[in-house]
């Protein structure tokens, strides 16, 4: 299976955290679990169908798909020849463009066409069309740097998604109200509108995937990352890390290739 990751350019880079390639031409079914990142993506798959397990139940996937916001980790299998184009989208990006509240699709992998009334039909015929990745990027970062033109510049959301980044999610909901001069009720709604999580669930998520960034090596000093990311102690790291990932971090296999290493590792 081979990973790509490419860095957006101009005014795609308001709404578009990156974009991902995934391609292998090996048929044979692999069962991969997905781990929460605390983005949104827009999925295109041009090889053959994947399969999910999202709630329990394993489902066949559409080829065009918006993921929201998930809280804990799923199953994604592939039935065939894998070709995938993924958009890694800002936290706020579907609803400051898109108009879509994020609460309606939180822990839902939905058809594209089913949330986007076909905003991206065009660019999608068009990425279709071609074979090429370099040509399917130019298309949609033409269609999302017109799109953010209207991008709002400073709304107050992005304003705590910000701080909930630079502090690798090690603050509280009480930091961003002082810091933003808003009630708790106000930026409580502002996340279930824009991102689909709470503000605490969501820094969480976020200070999670910064265990990612502070491990280098196959065998950790977990004394030290449980004090980096800012955990109480090792026990609270560890009941973090199983109810996001399912299993122990010691048993947790950080050097595989995989989905969830890919998204996690922010490398490729």
């Known amino acids: 299976m081979k990973f790509e990751r490419i860095d957006p350019t101009g005014q795609a880079q308001k709404a578009i955290e990156c974009y991902w390639i995934v391609k292998d031409d090996d048929a044979t079914h692999v069962k991969q679990k997905i781990i929460p990142d605390g983005f949104t993506e827009i999925i295109f798959h041009f090889g053959d169908h994947y399969r999910i397990n999202l709630g329990g139940q394993w489902k066949r996937q559409e ?15 592939n039935t065939g020849v894998t070709d995938i184009l993924g958009i890694k989208l800002k936290p706020s990006a579907v609803t400051h463009l898109f108009g879509v509240p994020m609460s309606s699709i939180t822990d839902q992998v939905v058809g594209l066409g089913k949330v986007m009334e076909h905003k991206m039909k065009s660019v999608e015929a068009s990425i279709r069309k071609t074979k090429d990745d370099k040509e399917r990027i130019k298309l949609i970062e ?29 603050l509280s909901v009480n930091d961003i ?20 999580l709470s503000p ?9 995937s910064y265990i990612f960034q502070l491990i280098k ?33 010691t048993a947790y296999m950080f050097a595989e290739q995989s989905l969830a290493n890919f998204f996690m590792k922010k490398t490729g």
């Open 177 to 196: 109200c002082k810091e933003l001069s808003v009630t708790d009720r106000y930026i409580q709604q502002l996340f279930r509108k824009y991102v689909g």
């Open 200 to 208: 605490k669930f969501f820094a969480r998520v976020i200070r999670f």
């Open 142 to 170: 033409a269609f999302f740097s017109e799109s953010c033109a209207g991008y709002p510049d400073n709304h107050p959301v992005d304003h705590a998604l910000a701080m909930i980044f630079s502090k690798h999610g090690m």
């Open 217 to 249: 090596e196959n065998n950790p000093d977990w004394a030290a990352v449980v004090y980096q990311a800012g955990y109480y102690d090792q026990s609270h790291f560890i009941r973090n890390f199983k109810a996001l990932t399912g299993k122990d971090p």
């Open 63 to 77: 080829t065009s798909l918006l993921a929201g916001q998930i809280s804990t980790h799923f199953f994604l299998e």
